[in-house]
């Protein structure tokens, strides 16, 4: 099966399970390429004859319909580039947000909506880097509890997903920035949190990508 019919496969999962899997969309819109994305959102409309949009829209109400809408429409710039003083004006505007302890704030504040959607994953991880050095806080830890989207329960099925998906795309990357930010080698990770067959079997999944 081809990647992008297997991430279409997992967008529809997504939003069909009981409860529904916000984060596996998340996950699907924010790791993968923006050519990838598209690929993914491509095959859907082959495989289901709607868009994900639509698909998202229908399934799913509130704050999530927004960000996720949004989410998945978005068509992220890739390169390196980033305007200093939009990356300074911006980490100020979620400080407002989140300064008001308001969930109801953060989640109906268009401006959080638009930075976190549109920017590109460099300008967010300098926003992040701004947020911390100026507030003395991690702004993903907030976000993240502001809007309760993120299970933690399910971050091992995560893990798995990621290791299975992206096996012979870029499993050198991932693991070189594991490494980079939680201080420990990926594989060390798994053979301390699996057991078993399930241990040996993403052990040898993450050996194989990395020998690619």
């Known amino acids: 099966m081809h990647p992008w019919e297997q991430d279409a496969l997992l967008v529809r999962k ?3 399970e009981k409860p529904p899997l916000y984060n596996l969309l998340i996950e699907l819109a924010c790791t993968r390429t923006a050519d990838e994305f598209l690929g993914a959102r491509k095959a859907f409309q082959c495989l289901y004859s709607e868009s994900v949009e639509e698909f998202v829209a229908v399934k799913v109400q509130g704050f999530q319909r927004r960000l996720l809408v949004a989410l998945v429409s978005t068509y992220r710039y890739e390169g390196m580039r ?3 003083a939009a990356v300074k004006l911006e980490c100020q505007k979620l400080a407002r947000a989140i300064k008001t302890d308001q969930r ?3 989640e109906n504040d268009d401006q959080v909506l638009r ?3 549109t920017r590109s994953r460099h300008h967010l991880k300098t926003i992040h880097k701004c947020y911390k050095e100026d507030y003395d806080s991690n702004l993903e830890e907030i976000l993240d509890t502001a809007m309760s989207i993120c299970p933690a ?3 091992m099925e995560a893990l798995t997903r990621v290791i299975v998906t992206r096996t012979d795309v870029d499993m050198k990357d991932i693991a070189a920035e594991f490494d980079r930010k939680y201080g ?3 594989i060390e990770r ?3 949190a ?3 067959n399930y241990r040996d079997f993403l052990v040898a999944l993450v050996k194989r990508g990395m020998a690619n």
């Open 115 to 117: 930075i976190l959607t």
């Open 82 to 84: 980033i305007d200093e």
């Open 190 to 192: 798994i053979e301390a």
């Open 104 to 106: 109801n704030e953060i």
């Open 184 to 186: 420990a080698p990926l």
């Open 194 to 196: 699996a057991l078993g």
């Open 153 to 155: 329960e399910q971050e």
């Open 14 to 16: 997504s939003l069909e």
